[in-house]
């Protein structure tokens, strides 16, 4: 069992809003060399849309000889831009991990090469993705690290398929109904509103496949929950956005995962309620590790230790167990 470092917030950055709010107001807290190359790949799709998803592969200076392949996979209005996702791969590639920053199906570069779009339990994309990737990059195996969205998704793939030699989910929302339902608080208004013009804007963009009444419906709509009952869930062959949060929570599926796995969740967090995090017992699945400190934010963690966030050192320390 690794030791994982503890958490204490470095100032100013104190309180879950701030530690949420960094790196919007300061920029990632690592940054890539602007000199490094990287490779895009296209991965094509089998579900017959024709739909294609991109990703940015990046090769360390130093590679492990028997490192896994890293692939990042960001959250809810995300894409490889992200300022946690450019962390994240600066600091894995320091220390010597290939990275692939996943772009899900219409989010950032992947947006003009698809019609449809990603939803919170959209597992067959992810292992397309993998079954499309040069065998050559998974000689070492694959560990999965998922951020907000991307880490409920990819903790119910590594229940419902194989491929992965690990998992690491940060800031999950795996009830997904009661996340929904916390940015209805007027604490979150700001938030809410922030993620609810980016769900728009990329259901609107270049290669959605939009119907018309989706077009006259988008403007209508004023909260994620009715964005999740009126689009998400019709497109998606849900019932309406209970059967959506019901079928695609990763708490229904944790059980099931038989791979190591590194749950990071913040007890502050404002976006997630902790519920179904401090309610569960973790004993029932002792190869899912839970760190679960009191203080974060929503994908934060900027703490004391050094320029990574907490959560990118948890994550080296895991796969350093792999190796």
């Not at 050559?136 to 419902?160: E, P, T, W």
């Not at 749950?263 to 902790?274: E, G, K």
Request: hydrophobic residues 35%; neutral net charge.
């Amino acid at each position: 069992m690794p030791s994982y470092p503890s958490f204490s917030a470095r100032t100013p950055w104190i309180g879950p809003d701030l530690q949420t709010l960094r790196n919007v107001l300061r920029g990632p807290a690592l940054e890539l060399d602007p000199a490094r190359t990287w490779e895009r790949l296209v991965l094509p799709l089998e579900d017959g849309s024709g739909d294609r998803i991109a990703a940015r592969l990046f090769e360390p200076s130093e590679p492990r000889p028997d490192g896994p392949l890293v692939i990042l996979v960001h959250g809810l209005g995300g894409s490889e831009e992200s300022g946690y996702m450019t962390t994240s791969a600066a600091h894995l590639l320091a220390g010597g991990w290939r990275v692939l920053q996943l772009n899900l199906r219409g989010a950032g570069p992947s947006r003009p090469t698809c019609r449809q779009q990603y939803h919170a339990g959209r597992t067959e994309d992810f292992r397309d993705a993998l079954a499309a990737l040069p065998d050559s990059l998974k000689q070492n195996g694959v560990v999965a690290i998922g951020y907000s969205l991307g880490g409920n998704m990819i903790l119910k793939y590594a229940a419902q398929f194989e491929g992965l030699r690990g998992v690491v989910s940060v800031s999950a929302p795996i009830d997904l109904a009661a996340a929904s339902y916390r940015f209805l608080d007027a604490r979150n208004k700001v938030y809410h509103a922030h993620l609810l013009r980016g769900m728009k804007a990329e259901a609107l963009g270049e290669g959605a496949g939009v119907t018309d009444e989706e077009r006259r419906i988008l403007p209508t709509l004023r909260t994620i929950l009715e964005f999740d009952e009126r689009i998400v869930a019709p497109r998606g062959g849900f019932r309406d956005a209970a059967d959506y949060y019901h079928q695609n929570s990763a708490q229904r599926f944790l059980d099931e995962i038989r791979i190591p796995g590194l749950i990071i969740h913040a007890l502050d967090d404002p976006w997630i309620p902790n519920n179904a995090y401090t309610g569960r017992d973790w004993s029932r699945t002792p190869n899912l590790t839970p760190v679960l400190p009191s203080g974060g934010g929503h994908v934060g963690f900027h703490g004391r230790t050094g320029r990574a966030p907490h959560h990118d050192q948890c994550a080296v320390a895991f796969l350093e167990t792999l190796d």
